[in-house]
Protein backbone atom coordinates (compact mmCIF):
# COMPACT_ATOMS: atom_id res chain seq x y z
CA UNK A 1 0.00 0.00 0.00
CA UNK A 2 1.95 3.34 -1.34
CA UNK A 3 1.97 6.28 1.21
CA UNK A 4 -0.98 8.01 -0.75
CA UNK A 5 -3.29 5.01 0.21
CA UNK A 6 -2.47 5.24 3.85
CA UNK A 7 -3.22 9.09 3.79
CA UNK A 8 -6.43 8.75 2.77
CA UNK A 9 -6.59 6.04 4.55
CA UNK A 10 -5.63 7.16 7.98
CA UNK A 11 -5.46 11.07 7.23
CA UNK A 12 -1.95 10.87 7.91
CA UNK A 13 -0.38 14.21 6.81
CA UNK A 14 -2.96 16.88 9.00
CA UNK A 15 -1.41 13.99 11.98
CA UNK A 16 1.83 15.04 11.18
CA UNK A 17 1.65 18.91 10.06
CA UNK A 18 0.11 19.36 14.00
CA UNK A 19 2.70 17.40 15.37
CA UNK A 20 5.41 19.65 14.25
CA UNK A 21 3.74 22.77 14.81
CA UNK A 22 3.17 21.74 18.21
CA UNK A 23 6.84 20.89 18.61
CA UNK A 24 7.40 24.45 17.69
CA UNK A 25 5.22 25.91 19.93
CA UNK A 26 5.51 24.13 22.76
CA UNK A 27 9.32 23.44 22.69
CA UNK A 28 9.65 26.30 25.38
CA UNK A 29 6.40 26.46 26.51
CA UNK A 30 7.17 24.82 29.99
CA UNK A 31 10.69 25.62 30.40
CA UNK A 32 10.50 29.49 29.89
CA UNK A 33 10.30 30.54 33.73
CA UNK A 34 13.60 27.90 34.00
CA UNK A 35 15.17 29.57 31.03
CA UNK A 36 14.99 32.90 32.05
CA UNK A 37 16.47 31.99 35.53
CA UNK A 38 19.25 29.62 34.70
CA UNK A 39 20.74 31.58 31.15
CA UNK A 40 19.78 35.18 31.98
CA UNK A 41 19.91 35.00 36.53
CA UNK A 42 16.19 36.35 36.21
CA UNK A 43 14.18 36.25 39.66
CA UNK A 44 11.19 34.96 39.64
CA UNK A 45 9.42 38.64 39.13
CA UNK A 46 11.65 38.86 36.38
CA UNK A 47 11.36 35.98 34.68
CA UNK A 48 7.49 36.22 35.31
CA UNK A 49 6.99 39.29 33.64
CA UNK A 50 8.60 38.03 30.24
CA UNK A 51 6.23 35.07 30.46
CA UNK A 52 3.86 37.60 30.78
CA UNK A 53 5.44 39.71 27.80
CA UNK A 54 5.35 36.66 25.34
CA UNK A 55 1.44 35.81 25.84
CA UNK A 56 0.49 38.96 25.30
CA UNK A 57 2.48 39.88 22.12
CA UNK A 58 0.74 36.39 21.17
CA UNK A 59 -3.00 37.02 22.17
CA UNK A 60 -2.50 40.95 20.25
CA UNK A 61 -0.91 39.28 17.08
CA UNK A 62 -2.75 36.20 16.70
CA UNK A 63 -5.65 37.68 15.66
CA UNK A 64 -3.34 39.86 13.20
CA UNK A 65 -1.59 36.75 11.24
CA UNK A 66 -5.03 35.21 10.88
CA UNK A 67 -7.01 38.26 9.58
CA UNK A 68 -4.01 39.00 7.34
CA UNK A 69 -3.85 35.56 6.02
CA UNK A 70 -7.68 35.55 5.65
CA UNK A 71 -7.48 38.94 3.84
CA UNK A 72 -4.64 38.03 1.61
CA UNK A 73 -5.40 34.15 1.15
CA UNK A 74 -2.06 33.24 1.97
CA UNK A 75 -2.45 31.08 4.94
CA UNK A 76 0.47 28.42 4.08
CA UNK A 77 2.95 30.92 3.57
CA UNK A 78 2.01 33.04 6.55
CA UNK A 79 2.60 29.97 9.07
CA UNK A 80 5.96 29.26 6.94
CA UNK A 81 7.52 32.96 7.54
CA UNK A 82 6.24 32.56 11.28
CA UNK A 83 7.78 29.26 11.57
CA UNK A 84 11.08 30.69 10.09
CA UNK A 85 10.92 33.82 12.55
CA UNK A 86 9.51 32.17 15.85
CA UNK A 87 13.71 29.99 15.37
CA UNK A 88 15.08 33.28 14.34
CA UNK A 89 13.84 35.58 16.80
CA UNK A 90 14.97 33.26 19.51
CA UNK A 91 18.31 33.08 17.66
CA UNK A 92 18.95 36.84 18.95
CA UNK A 93 19.11 35.83 22.59
CA UNK A 94 22.56 34.41 21.90
CA UNK A 95 23.26 38.10 21.53
CA UNK A 96 23.53 39.79 25.24
CA UNK A 97 23.13 43.55 24.28
CA UNK A 98 23.57 46.22 26.88
CA UNK A 99 20.87 45.14 29.86
CA UNK A 100 20.09 41.70 29.22
CA UNK A 101 16.17 42.72 30.47
CA UNK A 102 15.06 45.22 28.77
CA UNK A 103 16.96 43.68 25.20
CA UNK A 104 15.58 40.17 26.16
CA UNK A 105 12.38 42.06 26.84
CA UNK A 106 11.69 43.23 23.45
CA UNK A 107 13.05 39.96 21.82
CA UNK A 108 10.28 37.82 23.56
CA UNK A 109 8.00 40.24 22.72
CA UNK A 110 8.64 39.28 19.22
CA UNK A 111 8.69 35.92 20.16
CA UNK A 112 5.50 36.10 21.53
CA UNK A 113 4.02 37.83 18.31
CA UNK A 114 5.18 35.10 15.90
CA UNK A 115 4.26 32.62 17.84
CA UNK A 116 1.00 33.80 18.13
CA UNK A 117 -0.41 32.97 15.01
CA UNK A 118 1.11 29.28 14.82
CA UNK A 119 -1.71 27.20 16.28
CA UNK A 120 -5.10 29.18 15.19
CA UNK A 121 -3.52 28.69 11.49
CA UNK A 122 -2.38 25.46 12.35
CA UNK A 123 -5.98 24.52 12.87
CA UNK A 124 -7.05 26.38 9.69
CA UNK A 125 -4.67 24.08 7.71
CA UNK A 126 -6.32 21.03 9.55
CA UNK A 127 -9.87 22.06 8.60
CA UNK A 128 -9.04 22.81 5.39
CA UNK A 129 -7.25 19.48 4.24
CA UNK A 130 -10.10 17.76 6.02
CA UNK A 131 -12.73 19.15 4.46
CA UNK A 132 -11.43 20.22 0.95
CA UNK A 133 -8.48 17.80 0.40
CA UNK A 134 -9.78 14.23 1.95
CA UNK A 135 -13.95 15.50 2.00
CA UNK A 136 -14.04 14.21 5.32
CA UNK A 137 -16.47 15.57 8.26
CA UNK A 138 -14.51 18.40 10.29
CA UNK A 139 -15.46 16.16 13.23
CA UNK A 140 -12.98 14.22 12.77
CA UNK A 141 -10.34 16.98 13.30
CA UNK A 142 -10.01 16.14 17.23
CA UNK A 143 -8.26 12.95 15.86
CA UNK A 144 -5.76 14.88 14.12
CA UNK A 145 -5.45 17.84 16.94
CA UNK A 146 -4.70 14.80 19.06
CA UNK A 147 -0.65 14.95 17.59
CA UNK A 148 -0.75 17.95 18.78
CA UNK A 149 -1.53 16.92 22.39
CA UNK A 150 1.21 13.95 21.59
CA UNK A 151 3.53 16.92 20.27
CA UNK A 152 3.51 18.78 23.65
CA UNK A 153 3.66 15.49 26.09
CA UNK A 154 6.56 13.99 23.76
CA UNK A 155 8.36 17.62 22.96
CA UNK A 156 8.63 18.51 26.62
CA UNK A 157 9.89 15.48 27.58
CA UNK A 158 12.35 15.50 24.93
CA UNK A 159 13.70 19.21 25.65
CA UNK A 160 13.22 18.68 29.52
CA UNK A 161 15.70 15.51 29.29
CA UNK A 162 18.35 17.32 26.74
CA UNK A 163 17.84 20.37 29.72
CA UNK A 164 18.34 17.49 32.30
CA UNK A 165 21.85 16.57 30.98
CA UNK A 166 22.85 19.57 29.63
CA UNK A 167 21.54 22.94 30.16
CA UNK A 168 19.26 25.62 28.96
CA UNK A 169 21.41 26.66 26.39
CA UNK A 170 20.17 23.12 23.96
CA UNK A 171 16.51 24.95 23.22
CA UNK A 172 19.08 27.12 21.12
CA UNK A 173 19.64 24.31 18.66
CA UNK A 174 16.28 22.44 19.27
CA UNK A 175 14.03 25.12 18.18
CA UNK A 176 15.50 25.83 14.74
CA UNK A 177 15.80 21.78 14.09
CA UNK A 178 12.02 21.70 14.85
CA UNK A 179 11.39 24.97 12.72
CA UNK A 180 13.10 23.71 9.75
CA UNK A 181 10.96 20.24 9.98
CA UNK A 182 7.77 22.35 10.03
CA UNK A 183 8.65 24.32 6.87
CA UNK A 184 9.38 20.87 4.94
CA UNK A 185 6.21 19.57 6.06
CA UNK A 186 4.27 22.62 5.37
CA UNK A 187 5.92 22.55 1.88
CA UNK A 188 5.39 18.77 1.15
CA UNK A 189 1.67 18.57 2.47
CA UNK A 190 0.20 21.85 3.68
CA UNK A 191 -2.71 22.89 2.10
CA UNK A 192 -1.99 25.13 -0.79
CA UNK A 193 -2.52 28.77 -1.07
CA UNK A 194 -5.10 30.47 -4.06
CA UNK A 195 -2.52 30.96 -6.75
CA UNK A 196 -3.25 34.90 -8.14
CA UNK A 197 -4.98 34.08 -11.08
CA UNK A 198 -7.63 32.23 -8.70
CA UNK A 199 -8.03 35.16 -6.84
CA UNK A 200 -8.71 37.40 -10.08
CA UNK A 201 -10.89 34.96 -10.89
CA UNK A 202 -13.05 34.80 -7.61
CA UNK A 203 -12.93 38.27 -7.92
CA UNK A 204 -14.47 38.63 -11.24
CA UNK A 205 -16.83 36.22 -10.72
CA UNK A 206 -17.92 37.25 -7.23
CA UNK A 207 -17.77 41.30 -7.58
CA UNK A 208 -21.01 41.84 -5.81
CA UNK A 209 -19.65 39.65 -2.44
CA UNK A 210 -18.34 41.26 0.38
CA UNK A 211 -16.17 40.15 2.71
CA UNK A 212 -18.17 40.21 6.31
CA UNK A 213 -15.92 42.38 9.16
CA UNK A 214 -14.48 40.65 11.87
CA UNK A 215 -17.23 42.02 14.41
CA UNK A 216 -19.89 39.78 13.99
CA UNK A 217 -17.79 37.36 16.58
CA UNK A 218 -18.48 40.50 19.23
CA UNK A 219 -22.07 40.87 18.11
CA UNK A 220 -23.60 37.85 19.39
CA UNK A 221 -24.19 37.67 22.89
CA UNK A 222 -24.36 33.91 22.81
CA UNK A 223 -20.43 33.49 21.30
CA UNK A 224 -19.65 36.39 23.44
CA UNK A 225 -20.58 34.20 26.57
CA UNK A 226 -19.00 31.23 25.07
CA UNK A 227 -15.63 32.98 24.76
CA UNK A 228 -15.88 33.86 28.76
CA UNK A 229 -16.96 30.39 29.29
CA UNK A 230 -12.92 29.16 27.65
CA UNK A 231 -11.84 32.17 29.17
CA UNK A 232 -12.41 30.99 32.60
CA UNK A 233 -11.25 27.86 32.07
CA UNK A 234 -8.00 29.11 29.80
CA UNK A 235 -7.17 30.71 33.17
CA UNK A 236 -7.22 27.75 35.29
CA UNK A 237 -4.93 26.10 32.71
CA UNK A 238 -2.48 28.79 32.68
CA UNK A 239 -2.45 28.43 36.10
CA UNK A 240 -1.10 24.73 35.98
CA UNK A 241 0.79 25.44 32.71
CA UNK A 242 2.92 28.26 34.77
CA UNK A 243 3.17 27.68 38.49
CA UNK A 244 2.86 23.93 38.40
CA UNK A 245 6.61 23.56 36.87
CA UNK A 246 8.38 25.44 40.03
CA UNK A 247 5.86 23.99 42.04
CA UNK A 248 6.65 20.66 41.42
CA UNK A 249 10.30 21.66 41.55
CA UNK A 250 10.37 24.03 44.79
CA UNK A 251 7.54 22.32 46.65
CA UNK A 252 7.64 18.80 45.44
CA UNK A 253 11.46 18.59 44.46
CA UNK A 254 10.77 17.18 41.74
CA UNK A 255 13.45 17.30 38.96
CA UNK A 256 13.02 18.10 34.78
CA UNK A 257 13.02 14.18 33.96
CA UNK A 258 9.81 14.00 36.51
CA UNK A 259 8.47 17.09 35.34
CA UNK A 260 8.58 16.01 31.71
CA UNK A 261 6.89 12.71 32.82
CA UNK A 262 3.82 14.97 34.17
CA UNK A 263 3.58 16.41 31.07
CA UNK A 264 3.45 13.29 29.54
CA UNK A 265 0.81 11.83 31.78
CA UNK A 266 -1.29 14.95 31.50
CA UNK A 267 -1.41 13.89 27.36
CA UNK A 268 -2.38 10.68 27.59
CA UNK A 269 -6.32 10.63 28.27
CA UNK A 270 -5.99 13.59 25.97
CA UNK A 271 -5.23 11.51 22.96
CA UNK A 272 -7.81 9.02 23.90
CA UNK A 273 -10.69 11.65 24.42
CA UNK A 274 -9.21 13.56 21.11
CA UNK A 275 -9.13 10.12 19.08
CA UNK A 276 -12.95 9.72 19.99
CA UNK A 277 -13.84 13.94 19.59
CA UNK A 278 -16.32 12.91 16.82
CA UNK A 279 -18.37 10.73 19.13
CA UNK A 280 -18.07 12.51 22.17
CA UNK A 281 -19.50 15.59 20.26
CA UNK A 282 -21.94 13.48 18.96
CA UNK A 283 -23.21 12.09 22.15
CA UNK A 284 -22.33 14.71 24.86
CA UNK A 285 -22.48 18.32 22.79
CA UNK A 286 -20.49 20.78 22.60
CA UNK A 287 -22.26 22.71 25.57
CA UNK A 288 -22.06 20.15 28.01
CA UNK A 289 -18.46 19.25 27.04
CA UNK A 290 -17.79 22.79 27.93
CA UNK A 291 -19.29 22.90 31.62
CA UNK A 292 -17.41 19.31 32.32
CA UNK A 293 -13.81 20.81 30.68
CA UNK A 294 -14.62 23.72 32.86
CA UNK A 295 -15.36 21.41 36.20
CA UNK A 296 -12.81 18.74 35.85
CA UNK A 297 -9.99 21.45 35.32
CA UNK A 298 -11.36 22.95 38.82
CA UNK A 299 -10.86 19.19 40.30
CA UNK A 300 -7.39 19.07 38.90
CA UNK A 301 -6.26 22.27 40.26
CA UNK A 302 -8.30 21.76 44.01
CA UNK A 303 -6.14 17.88 43.96
CA UNK A 304 -3.17 20.20 44.47
CA UNK A 305 -4.20 21.50 48.12
CA UNK A 306 -3.59 18.08 49.29
CA UNK A 307 -0.35 16.99 48.15
CA UNK A 308 2.76 17.55 50.29
CA UNK A 309 6.62 17.88 49.86
CA UNK A 310 6.82 13.84 50.70
CA UNK A 311 4.11 13.07 48.52
CA UNK A 312 4.79 10.52 45.68
CA UNK A 313 5.78 12.00 41.87
CA UNK A 314 3.12 9.23 40.75
CA UNK A 315 -0.09 10.87 42.55
CA UNK A 316 1.15 14.02 40.52
CA UNK A 317 1.37 11.63 37.63
CA UNK A 318 -2.56 10.60 38.50
CA UNK A 319 -4.20 13.89 38.91
CA UNK A 320 -2.43 15.07 35.74
CA UNK A 321 -4.41 12.35 33.62
CA UNK A 322 -7.54 14.58 34.33
CA UNK A 323 -6.15 17.20 31.97
CA UNK A 324 -7.72 14.24 29.38
CA UNK A 325 -11.01 15.69 30.28
CA UNK A 326 -10.19 19.30 31.11
CA UNK A 327 -8.07 20.10 28.11
CA UNK A 328 -9.78 18.16 25.33
CA UNK A 329 -13.63 18.62 26.16
CA UNK A 330 -13.15 22.23 26.30
CA UNK A 331 -10.77 22.20 22.97
CA UNK A 332 -12.88 19.83 21.04
CA UNK A 333 -16.32 22.17 21.65
CA UNK A 334 -14.53 24.65 21.62
CA UNK A 335 -13.05 24.31 17.90
CA UNK A 336 -16.76 23.15 17.25
CA UNK A 337 -18.65 26.13 17.94
CA UNK A 338 -16.46 28.74 16.48
CA UNK A 339 -16.05 27.09 13.18
CA UNK A 340 -20.05 26.72 13.32
CA UNK A 341 -20.30 30.06 13.79
CA UNK A 342 -17.63 31.49 12.11
CA UNK A 343 -18.50 33.28 8.09
CA UNK A 344 -17.22 32.09 5.25
CA UNK A 345 -13.87 33.61 4.75
CA UNK A 346 -13.77 34.17 8.14
CA UNK A 347 -12.36 30.68 9.19
CA UNK A 348 -8.80 31.91 10.31
CA UNK A 349 -9.93 34.85 12.06
CA UNK A 350 -12.76 33.32 14.14
CA UNK A 351 -10.20 30.30 15.64
CA UNK A 352 -7.99 32.86 16.44
CA UNK A 353 -9.92 34.71 18.35
CA UNK A 354 -11.58 31.64 20.58
CA UNK A 355 -7.78 30.28 20.49
CA UNK A 356 -6.94 33.97 22.24
CA UNK A 357 -9.67 33.70 24.42
CA UNK A 358 -9.02 30.25 25.71
CA UNK A 359 -5.21 30.55 25.74
CA UNK A 360 -3.66 33.29 24.93
CA UNK A 361 -4.81 36.15 26.61
CA UNK A 362 -5.25 33.81 29.87
CA UNK A 363 -1.68 33.20 29.66
CA UNK A 364 -1.55 37.31 30.13
CA UNK A 365 -3.79 37.84 32.85
CA UNK A 366 -2.99 35.00 35.32
CA UNK A 367 1.26 36.04 35.84
CA UNK A 368 -0.34 39.14 35.96
CA UNK A 369 -3.00 38.68 38.97
CA UNK A 370 -1.13 35.41 40.16
CA UNK A 371 2.52 36.16 40.82
CA UNK A 372 2.57 38.07 44.03
CA UNK A 373 -0.05 35.38 45.08
CA UNK A 374 2.19 32.39 44.14
CA UNK A 375 5.35 34.49 45.75
CA UNK A 376 3.31 35.11 49.10
CA UNK A 377 1.40 32.02 49.46
CA UNK A 378 2.91 29.31 47.34
CA UNK A 379 1.38 27.16 44.71
CA UNK A 380 -1.50 25.51 47.17
CA UNK A 381 -3.03 28.22 47.85
CA UNK A 382 -2.99 29.66 44.42
CA UNK A 383 -4.43 26.37 42.91
CA UNK A 384 -7.06 25.84 45.55
CA UNK A 385 -8.44 29.47 45.31
CA UNK A 386 -8.54 28.93 41.24
CA UNK A 387 -10.41 25.32 41.67
CA UNK A 388 -12.94 27.34 43.94
CA UNK A 389 -13.64 29.44 41.37
CA UNK A 390 -14.12 27.01 38.36
CA UNK A 391 -16.13 24.83 40.85
CA UNK A 392 -18.79 27.47 41.40
CA UNK A 393 -18.71 28.96 37.58
CA UNK A 394 -19.08 25.71 36.37
CA UNK A 395 -22.58 24.18 37.82
CA UNK A 396 -23.68 27.92 36.72
CA UNK A 397 -22.51 27.46 33.36
CA UNK A 398 -24.75 24.59 33.00
CA UNK A 399 -27.55 26.36 34.52
CA UNK A 400 -27.80 28.83 32.24
CA UNK A 401 -27.56 26.49 29.01
CA UNK A 402 -29.89 24.50 30.76
CA UNK A 403 -32.59 27.31 30.58
CA UNK A 404 -31.74 27.93 27.14
CA UNK A 405 -32.03 24.09 26.42
CA UNK A 406 -28.28 24.10 24.73
CA UNK A 407 -27.17 21.70 27.07
CA UNK A 408 -28.43 18.47 25.88
CA UNK A 409 -28.35 19.70 22.77
CA UNK A 410 -26.70 16.84 19.80
CA UNK A 411 -25.50 18.02 16.55
Known sequence: MSFYDLDQKYLLTPKLLYFCVGSVYYAFYIFRIKFCHDYYGFKADKASDISAVISLFGFLFMAVWSWLADHLHRHRAILIVLAVAASGSFELLLLKVGDSYWYSLGIFAVFGAVLGGLLPLADYQILKLLTVKFKANKALYGRQRMMGTVSYGLTTLLVGDLIHRTN????????????????????????????????????????????????????????????????????????????????????????????????????????????????????LGVHLMLVLGMAVMGLRLGAYMYLTPSSSPFLVYAIELLNGV???????????????????????????????????LPAVLVPLIGRNLFRARGGVVLFGMTAKVLLVCAPLVGVKYLIQGKLWNRP
Not at 342 to 351: C, D, K
Open 168 to 283: VTVMFYALPVFSTILVLVLLAFGFPDAKPEDDQLDKIERPQVQKPSFLVFFKDPHFIFFLLVVLVTGCGRQVLQIYLPPHLDKFMHMDERQAGYAVVSSTIFSIVFMFVGGSLIKY
Open 326 to 360: AFSFTHLAGVKITADFAPPGLEATGQAIYTSSYMQ
